[in-house]
T-cell receptor, first 110, second 115 residues
Framework: DAGITQSPRYKITETGRQVTLMCHQT?????MFWYRQDLGHGLRLIYY???????DKGEVPDGYVVSRSKTENFPLTLESATRSQTSVYFC?????????FGPGTRLTVT | GNSVTQMEGPVTLSEEAFLTINCTYT??????LFWYVQYPGEGLQLLLK?????DKGSNKGFEATYRKETTSFHLEKGSVQVSDSAVYFC??????????????FGKGTLLTVNP
């Protein structure tokens, strides 16, 4: 499918477990982003990537790890999940300053 | 640093009412301004944008004008429909420092339109 996809769409995990959220885009956009959305905070940038093998921290990077070995994929890993990481996570890619968002992953950490 | 402030919600209107959602910003350089919309259970979609002062972005009956003198980008629609019920986000992309692909978002405004 063309566009930007995220998997899984829903995930429940336990405190302390490692979990990886996947993001895939078919446009070959250079820039990709991870956000979390929480009530009262809007969207906050976790990490972003300007190209394959180039990543940088956003506003709230603690507890998260990213990698980008291929242009089309940008996985986000929670190395040891905490309840405060319960959120909806959105991946986005960018061309010409416009960002295109995936459908989101709703993550619950119990 | 960059920041976006938009009016607190929720906003509840009757169908065919006039809508205004206020948005003001603080930024270095010459930012581009955006409105994104998020329908229930979905990701954000670009609604409209403006890239320089006095530009007007428009789409689906929504409009917003980039006002540099008041650092504002208010969203308006003359007659809302039930299908416009969603969360609306104002955002900016600053061109300074080579980071012009990063967006700074407001906290979002929930709009509910009743029939």
């Amino acid at each position: 499918d063309a566009g930007i996809t995220q998997s899984p769409r829903y995930k429940i995990t336990e405190t302390g477990r490692q979990v990886t959220l996947m993001c895939h885009q078919t446009w070959s956009h250079s820039y990709m982003f991870w956000y979390r959305q929480d009530l009262g905070h809007g969207l906050r940038l976790i990490y972003y990537s300007a190209a394959a093998d180039i990543t940088d921290k956003g506003e709230v990077p603690d507890g998260y790890v990213v990698s980008r070995s291929k242009t089309e994929n940008f996985p986000l890993t929670l190395e040891s999940a905490t309840r405060s990481q319960t959120s909806v996570y959105f991946c986005a890619s960018s061309a010409l300053g416009e960002q295109y968002f995936g459908p989101g992953t709703r993550l619950t950490v119990t | 640093g960059n920041s976006v402030t938009q009016m607190e919600g929720p906003v509840t209107l009757s169908e065919e009412a006039f809508l205004t959602i206020n948005c003001t910003y603080t930024a270095t350089g010459y930012p581009s301004l955006f409105w994104y919309v998020q329908y229930p259970g979905e990701g954000l979609q670009l609604l409209l944008k403006a890239t320089k002062a006095d530009d007007k972005g428009s789409n689906k009956g929504f409009e917003a004008t980039y006002r540099k003198e008041t650092t504002s980008f208010h969203l308006e629609k003359g007659s809302v429909q039930v299908s416009d019920s969603a969360v609306y986000f104002c955002a900016l992309s600053s061109n300074s420092g080579g980071s012009n692909y990063k967006l700074t978002f407001g906290k979002g405004t929930l709009l509910t339109v009743n029939p």
